[in-house]
C-alpha cells in the first residue's frame, strides 16, 4: 500500500495574512499536505498563552490542492490546539511555527508566540520545528531561507526528533549566510521595557518596548553570537526545564533532616 503523504500542520503569532506564514506553505507544500491555523491578527509575545475566559472562532480563508488555511481567534497555541481536535484528520507528522518576522534567539525564546505553536507541539510528542529571521519588515525577504528551510524540513521528516526537543532555528539578515551552527540559546536581558506617556484626557498610559542587551557577546557557542556574526542559529530546544545540575546539591539542602 502507498503510503500517505506526511501532514504538516503550520501556525505563527503574526497572523494568517502575514508574509512570512505564506512564504513557509509555498516552501513545503510539496512535501505534504498542509494545514495552516493561525491567529486572525497579530499576536506576538504570545509565548505558551492559551485562551481560557472567551470562545473562539475559526474561519476558513482559502483551499487549493493540498493546503487549507483558517484563522482562529485565539492564541498561537489555540490555534495548533484546535487544529489537533478539529482539522486535522490524523496526528500531524510535522508542527512548524513561523516564519517569523523578527528572530526568537536567546531569552525571547521565553516570550515568542511562534516558539508558542512549536512548543505545543513538541508537547503533543510531534516533531516541531521554528522559524524566524531577523527582519520586522512586513515585505522581509524569504527567499534566502528556502533552500535552509526545505533542508531541514526534509530531515526532521525523515529522521523525526527526540521526544521533548523541538528546533528553534534564527536567520539572520546578510547578503550571504556564513554557514550554519547549531548553537544554544544566549544569556540576555530586557531593559528599558516601558514607554509611560500621558493622554491628553488626563491619564497615564504605557506602551511595552525595551531595548535588548547581549550578557555573553564573546560567546561563541550561543545563537546571538551566530547571528551576529552571519550564521544560521540552530538551537535544539527541550521542554524539560529541570536543572539537573543542582538536583544532588538541592537534595542535600532540602532532603536532608
Same mark, same amino acid.
Given at each position: 500500500?502507498?503510503?500517505?503523504?506526511?501532514?504538516?500542520?503550520?501556525?505563527?503569532?503574526?497572523? %494568517?495574512?502575514?508574509?512570512?506564514?505564506?512564504?513557509?506553505?509555498?516552501?513545503?507544500?510539496? $512535501?505534504?499536505?498542509?494545514?495552516?491555523?493561525?491567529?486572525?491578527?497579530?499576536?506576538?509575545?504570545?509565548?505558551?498563552?492559551?485562551?481560557?475566559?472567551?470562545?473562539?472562532?475559526? #474561519?476558513?480563508?482559502?483551499?487549493?490542492?493540498?493546503?487549507?488555511?483558517?484563522?482562529?481567534?485565539?492564541?498561537?497555541?489555540?490555534?495548533?490546539?484546535?487544529?489537533?481536535?478539529?482539522?486535522?484528520?490524523?496526528?500531524?507528522?510535522?508542527?512548524?511555527?513561523?516564519?517569523? /518576522?523578527?528572530?526568537?534567539?536567546?531569552?525571547?525564546?521565553?516570550?515568542?508566540?511562534?516558539?508558542?505553536?512549536?512548543?505545543?507541539?513538541?508537547?503533543?510528542?510531534?516533531?516541531?520545528?521554528?522559524?524566524?529571521?531577523?527582519? /520586522?519588515?512586513?515585505?522581509?525577504?524569504?527567499?534566502?531561507?528556502r533552500p535552509y528551510v526545505r533542508? #531541514?524540513?526534509?530531515?526532521?521528516?525523515?529522521?523525526?526528533?527526540?521526544?521533548? #526537543?523541538?528546533?528553534?532555528?534564527? $536567520?539572520?539578515?546578510?547578503?550571504? %549566510?556564513?554557514?550554519?551552527?547549531?548553537?544554544?540559546?544566549?544569556?540576555?536581558?530586557?531593559?528599558?521595557?516601558?514607554?509611560k506617556r500621558h493622554h491628553p484626557?488626563?491619564?497615564?498610559? %504605557?506602551?511595552?518596548v525595551g531595548e535588548y542587551t547581549?550578557?555573553?557577546?564573546?560567546?561563541?557557542?550561543?545563537?546571538?553570537?551566530?547571528?551576529? /556574526?552571519?550564521?544560521?542559529?540552530?538551537?535544539?530546544?527541550?521542554?524539560?526545564?529541570?536543572?539537573?545540575?543542582?538536583?544532588?546539591?538541592?537534595?542535600?539542602?532540602?532532603?536532608?533532616?
Amino acid at each position: 500500500m502507498k503510503n500517505k503523504r506526511p501532514l504538516i500542520l503550520i501556525s505563527n503569532d503574526d497572523g %494568517y495574512r502575514a508574509r512570512g506564514i505564506r512564504c513557509l506553505v509555498e516552501m513545503v507544500k510539496d $512535501f505534504g499536505d498542509v494545514i495552516v491555523c493561525a491567529p486572525n491578527s497579530g499576536r506576538s509575545g504570545s509565548s505558551c498563552a492559551f485562551t481560557v475566559t472567551d470562545s473562539l472562532r475559526l #474561519i476558513k480563508r482559502g483551499e487549493e490542492p493540498g493546503v487549507e488555511v483558517w484563522s482562529c481567534t485565539g492564541t498561537p497555541v489555540d490555534c495548533v490546539k484546535i487544529a489537533l481536535a478539529e482539522l486535522c484528520p490524523r496526528k500531524p507528522d510535522l508542527v512548524i511555527g513561523g516564519i517569523n /518576522h523578527g528572530d526568537n534567539a536567546s531569552v525571547n525564546t521565553h516570550y515568542s508566540g511562534t516558539m508558542g505553536v512549536t512548543m505545543e507541539g513538541c508537547m503533543k510528542y510531534i516533531p516541531s520545528i521554528a522559524f524566524s529571521v531577523c527582519d /520586522h519588515r512586513a515585505e522581509a525577504d524569504f527567499e534566502p531561507l528556502r533552500p535552509y528551510v526545505r533542508e #531541514i524540513v526534509d530531515r526532521v521528516l525523515a529522521e523525526g526528533l527526540p521526544r521533548g #526537543i523541538c528546533l528553534n532555528v534564527n $536567520f539572520p539578515v546578510v547578503e550571504k %549566510y556564513a554557514g550554519v551552527r547549531v548553537c544554544r540559546m544566549a544569556f540576555g536581558t530586557w531593559g528599558n521595557e516601558i514607554d509611560k506617556r500621558h493622554h491628553p484626557r488626563g491619564h497615564d498610559y %504605557y506602551w511595552m518596548v525595551g531595548e535588548y542587551t547581549n550578557d555573553e557577546p564573546e560567546a561563541e557557542d550561543t545563537d546571538n553570537w551566530a547571528l551576529t /556574526h552571519g550564521y544560521v542559529a540552530i538551537t535544539p530546544t527541550t521542554m524539560d526545564v529541570t536543572a539537573y545540575e543542582v538536583i544532588e546539591e538541592m537534595k542535600k539542602k532540602y532532603e536532608e533532616r
